[in-house]
């Protein structure tokens, strides 16, 4: 089902990803404002020489989601770029599942394993814990560092979460920490005079 409102009518999702080269936020961008396209909200991130890019877009009525993919496909193509483009129709999130909750971050690490993601994913998910964003780094011998990011319900239990995630890193022959966001921002925050 989806969640449209009168405000978000027209609004859509832009998702571009394929090998990181210089231009692609150009030609997307660049592309966008040739369809009287304005850019709300965008986000980019390279992985190893991948690119992947998300923004929140507002078109035009008359122009379809399928001529601005075709569009954008286009220049990207023009541009001798690899990527990927879709776009689809934004759904607005559900409001009491977005106000009821603070953010923490949960940070793993230890020996990498390929099942750490999926395990602290699902604990996540059993107590109904968004995860917002989530970042996974390797270290030095054969060690990854995992954070989540994740928007936790006033409704769950952190003692006893803690307690979960604790045990259950243990148990994988892995360490974690769980902070309030706002805590991890002030500890690890980086001054420049």
Request: glycine residues 6%; hydrophobic residues 45%.
């Amino acid at each position: 089902m989806q969640n449209t409102t009168e405000e978000n009518i027209g609004t859509v999702v832009v998702a571009v990803i394929g090998l990181d080269m210089p231009g692609i936020v150009a030609a997307v961008t660049s592309a966008l404002a040739e369809n009287d396209c304005r850019v709300e909200e965008i986000s980019q991130v390279t992985l190893k020489g991948q690119f992947a890019l998300i923004g929140i877009v507002k078109k035009p009525a008359a122009l379809t989601n399928e001529t601005l993919e075709a569009f954008l496909r286009e220049r990207i193509a023009e541009k001798k770029l690899r990527q990927s483009v879709l776009v689809r129709d934004f759904q607005s999130p559900d409001q009491k599942r977005e106000a009821a909750g603070e953010p923490y971050v949960v940070s793993i690490w230890g020996e990498d394993r390929g099942d750490i993601t999926a395990t602290f994913a699902k604990i996540f998910a059993s107590e109904g814990i968004n995860i917002e964003s989530l970042r996974a780094l390797p270290l030095e011998n054969g060690e990854s560092l995992q954070f989540f990011e994740v928007l936790m319900p006033l409704s769950v239990d952190r003692r006893a979460l803690n307690a979960v995630l604790r045990e259950r890193a243990r148990a994988c022959g892995l360490r974690c920490n769980i902070q309030h966001r706002d805590i991890f921002e002030a500890i690890h925050r980086v001054q420049v005079d």
